[in-house]
């Protein structure tokens, strides 16, 4: 079993930055590919940026160049640095990993004023 918890939303104006944070808990965190992804008003939750146990990352291209996810398996946690936000980015954004299934946080609310 994987617990989850994302920490780190708020509001921001257009153009400013934001650290998401993921603590995991009851596994391995080393092994884990770990993923963040976003659920905007109306809209399908969506992949943002993930990255595997070795450090491999893969990114939306609505977010390449502006997000950097990372991990930090001393600490048991994955980041998501936002920087040129865009209220396009507003979303509530999750964690996921998978081991034999998903594992989800509870979310983050990131509101992005224009």
């Known amino acids: 079993q994987v617990q989850l918890v994302e920490s780190g939303g708020g509001l921001v104006q257009a153009g400013g930055s934001l650290r998401l944070s993921c603590a995991a808990s009851g596994s391995d965190f080393s092994i884990l590919g770990m993923a963040w992804h976003r659920q905007a008003p109306g809209k399908q939750r969506e992949l943002v940026a993930s990255i595997t146990s070795s450090g491999v990352t893969i990114y939306a291209d609505s977010v390449k160049g502006r997000f950097t996810i990372s991990r930090a398996n001393a600490k048991n946690t994955v980041y998501l640095q936002m920087t040129s936000l865009k209220p396009e980015d507003t979303a509530v954004y999750y964690c996921?990993?998978?081991?034999?299934?998903?594992?989800w946080g509870q979310g983050t609310q990131v509101t992005v004023s224009s």
């Open positions: 996921r990993t998978w081991r034999f299934r998903e594992y």
